[in-house]
């Protein structure tokens, strides 16, 4: 299992991807859109990618975002999500 740091770091790029989809995680759960064990999942998934220096990069650009990057692991929850 990834240590805490790594967990902590891909917590990040997954809260900040589902922001830069205009998700708000916090709230989809809050509603039950969401799990708990789906974010966990989620977080979990995000440490399996191979392209987290990129997805940084991504999540800098200003602009709001219309879908993840082809490569995020959690494209199809995020896009479920989506308002």
Known sequence: MPDQEILKFHAGLVDQMATKLGVDLQQSAIEGDVSID???DAVLRCTGCANPNHC????QQPAQADQTPEYCRN???LRKLQP
């Open 38 to 40: 789906q974010l966990s």
């Open 56 to 59: 940084q990069s991504f999540l």
């Open 75 to 77: 494209q199809e929850l």
